[in-house]
């Protein structure tokens, strides 16, 4: 049987444990279309005195990295809006009553889909990542979801703004801090890092631009100069430091994928694989297998899905030899190389390998560092494909390879899915 799956080659974000350098091209969230890149980076941490402010500190030092495509001009506001909302995960708070401020940055770990910010008396929710009407305390705030990543500050200490030197952009890779800890107060810089030159609303960015959120070392004790937190705001804040890379979640996005069934014919008659809106939205993660012990399965390259999802609904569309589906996608697809490892389109199949050696019976269970794949035992379905702009021209591809990339669990890694793209 032919399952087909469309998908753009968008994945989740970055978070880190160590300071070093990765390049746009290692980022795996984006958002935004064309060719102009640029990324956000948050760092959430502890502040080295909490003066002005009962908001508890974050749970952990993370740092996470986001990539934005944009054409012509676009603002560090726009990447923002546009971040947060391609993100479910994500949330920001901020006041804009003399341009643009962020106050509170959150991160929902556990997925729950409850945002929010209360200072106990008062509490919003957030309901599309980007909050400008709240009415809490940010020095007072905290996250509705007590296992949310979240720092809130305005007279305490607060989200400080950093971007490549000199907000000039073009930085292919994330800018370098240098070997100093903190800042220098007399230039504004920190190796290639410095604050922002320009408020959010008025910071143009540039293809290569680099913007960081970084929680400001203390609160701003203006009124007594002399107090150790007026000296650390002044002398030792710390630019974000640069991610490494280390791969999180992919975060779906339902426009990454087909939206919609335009047509289709000669689909196997027999349910469940007669459904051509299978193939809308993104690939199967786990489905429901009868023979297995009844269990639930995660789908693998040796534990391909079959039968239905486990809430019951169709996760397989069979496409008998002549036939086809014509899908639309929730966004255009570009021949572009700038895309994540040049990947600009995937289509996911239900090829996979059988009869492992050592195996016995594959389940979510099966040991594979026992396991050897048979290549003679490779069930594959070649497939042509083609992609139209205005679904009366269409333009095949290339080469369709018949070991189509299905949809790992957990398994998959950069490089494997890198090696089915060619």
Same mark, same amino acid.
Request: glycine fraction near 10%; charge should be negative.
């Given at each position: 049987?032919?399952?087909?799956?469309?998908?753009?080659?968008?994945?989740?974000?970055?978070?880190?444990?160590?300071?070093?350098?990765?390049?746009?091209?290692?980022?795996?969230?984006?958002?935004?279309?064309?060719?102009?890149?640029?990324?956000?980076?948050?760092?959430?941490?502890?502040?080295?005195?909490?003066?002005?402010?009962?908001?508890?500190?974050?749970?952990?030092?993370?740092?996470?990295?986001?990539?934005?495509?944009?054409?012509?001009?676009? /603002? %560090? @506001? *726009?990447?923002?809006? +546009?971040? !947060?909302? #391609?993100?479910?995960?994500?949330?920001?708070?901020?006041?804009?009553? $003399?341009?643009?401020?962020?106050?509170?940055?959150?991160?929902?770990?556990?997925?729950?889909?409850?945002?929010?910010?209360?200072?106990?008396?008062?509490?919003?929710?957030?309901?599309?990542?980007?909050?400008?009407?709240?009415?809490?305390?940010?020095?007072?705030?905290?996250?509705?979801?007590?296992?949310?990543?979240?720092?809130?500050?305005?007279?305490?200490?607060?989200?400080?703004?950093?971007?490549?030197?000199?907000?000039?952009?073009?930085?292919?890779?994330?800018?370098?801090?240098?070997?100093?800890?903190?800042?220098?107060?007399? /230039? %504004? @810089? *920190?190796?290639?890092? +410095?604050? !922002?030159? #320009?408020?959010?609303?008025?910071?143009?960015?540039?293809?290569?631009? $680099?913007?960081?959120?970084?929680?400001?070392?203390?609160?701003?004790?203006?009124?007594?100069?002399?107090?150790?937190?007026?000296?650390?705001?002044?002398?030792?804040?710390?630019?974000?430091?640069?991610?490494?890379?280390?791969?999180?979640?992919?975060?779906?996005?339902?426009?990454?994928?087909?939206?919609?069934?335009?047509?289709?014919?000669?689909?196997?008659?027999?349910?469940?694989?007669?459904?051509?809106?299978?193939?809308?939205?993104?690939?199967?993660?786990?489905?429901?297998?009868?023979?297995?012990?009844?269990?639930?399965?995660?789908?693998?390259?040796?534990?391909?899905?079959?039968?239905?999802?486990?809430?019951?609904?169709?996760?397989?569309?069979?496409?008998?030899?002549?036939?086809?589906?014509?899908?639309?996608?929730?966004?255009?697809?570009?021949?572009?190389?700038?895309?994540?490892?040049?990947?600009?389109?995937?289509?996911?199949?239900?090829?996979?390998?059988?009869?492992?050696?050592?195996?016995?019976?594959?389940?979510?269970?099966?040991?594979?560092?026992?396991?050897?794949?048979?290549?003679?035992?490779?069930?594959?379905?070649?497939?042509?494909?083609?992609?139209?702009?205005?679904?009366?021209?269409?333009?095949?591809?290339?080469?369709?390879?018949?070991?189509?990339?299905?949809?790992?669990?957990?398994?998959?890694?950069?490089?494997?899915?890198?090696?089915?793209?060619?």
């Amino acid at each position: 049987m032919k399952k087909v799956r469309f998908a753009l080659a968008l994945a989740g974000a970055l978070a880190v444990s160590s300071v070093q350098a990765i390049s746009l091209d290692d980022i795996q969230l984006w958002t935004g279309s064309g060719t102009n890149r640029a990324a956000l980076v948050i760092d959430w941490n502890s502040p080295e005195i909490l003066n002005f402010t009962t908001v508890p500190a974050p749970l952990a030092t993370k740092t996470m990295v986001w990539g934005y495509r944009f054409n012509g001009t676009a /603002t %560090g @506001t *726009q990447m923002l809006e +546009a971040i !947060a909302a #391609a993100d479910p995960k994500l949330y920001l708070v901020a006041d804009v009553t $003399w341009g643009t401020f962020v106050t509170g940055i959150g991160y929902n770990l556990s997925g729950n889909g409850v945002v929010g910010v209360t200072d106990g008396t008062s509490t919003n929710y957030i309901t599309e990542g980007y909050l400008t009407t709240a009415t809490e305390d940010p020095d007072a705030s905290t996250a509705i979801n007590n296992g949310d990543l979240f720092w809130s500050g305005y007279f305490g200490p607060n989200w400080q703004v950093w971007t490549e030197l000199g907000d000039a952009g073009g930085f292919s890779a994330s800018p370098n801090r240098g070997s100093s800890p903190y800042w220098n107060p007399d /230039t %504004g @810089t *920190q190796g290639q890092w +410095a604050y !922002a030159e #320009a408020g959010l609303d008025e910071l143009s960015l540039t293809n290569g631009s $680099w913007i960081g959120f970084s929680v400001a070392a203390a609160g701003d004790d203006w009124m007594n100069p002399d107090d150790p937190a007026n000296v650390i705001y002044n002398d030792d804040e710390q630019a974000p430091p640069s991610p490494d890379g280390t791969y999180v979640a992919y975060v779906a996005n339902t426009n990454d994928f087909a939206v919609q069934v335009v047509g289709s014919n000669d689909l196997d008659p027999a349910s469940p694989y007669n459904n051509p809106a299978a193939v809308l939205n993104r690939p199967a993660l786990k489905f429901y297998d009868p023979f297995d012990g009844h269990v639930t399965n995660r789908v693998s390259v040796i534990d391909d899905p079959y039968n239905v999802a486990p809430d019951g609904s169709d996760l397989i569309t069979e496409i008998l030899n002549g036939g086809q589906i014509t899908v639309q996608l929730g966004r255009k697809v570009y021949n572009n190389p700038n895309n994540p490892y040049g990947i600009d389109l995937i289509v996911y199949g239900n090829s996979f390998f059988d009869s492992l050696s050592g195996a016995g019976l594959v389940s979510d269970a099966t040991d594979l560092s026992t396991a050897t794949l048979k290549s003679t035992n490779m069930y594959a379905h070649a497939t042509s494909v083609s992609v139209s702009q205005d679904g009366m021209n269409w333009v095949a591809v290339e080469s369709v390879p018949v070991l189509y990339p299905d949809n790992a669990y957990r398994w998959m890694t950069r490089t494997a899915r890198g090696r089915t793209k060619r």
